[in-house]
């Protein structure tokens, strides 16, 4: 895929999470904002699955473990939702380990 192409999906998973926002404000569950971007997002026109299991491998052992990506948008955007009043470098450091794990590239996006 195209950086152009992810760079417009992007625009367009930033857009939706702004329509959240402004509709239900700061302070819910991340559940609830997973829920109604998907809603937004698939009002969009654009694919998506929640809740995506991604194996963890060990040393060539599958474990029994998994780790779910809350948001893959159009199999190609791994969208993890906080509900923090700021993002912190763990949480950054735990989504390089999932993109890592689902062989996904990556740039984050954590101005919202």
Known sequence: MLM????TISSRII????????ELGPGLLESVYQTCLALELQGMGMSLRTEVAVPIIYKGKKLTQE????????????VELK?????????????L????????NFRFIDQL
């Open 97 to 104: 380990t999932y993109l890592k794990l689902a062989k996904k």
């Open 67 to 78: 780790f779910r990506m809350d948001l893959l948008v159009e199999e190609q955007v791994v």
């Open 4 to 7: 152009h192409e992810l760079d």
């Open 15 to 22: 857009e939706a999470s702004i329509n959240v926002h402004r």
């Open 83 to 95: 509900s923090v009043k700021e993002v912190q470098d763990i949480h950054k450091k735990q989504l």
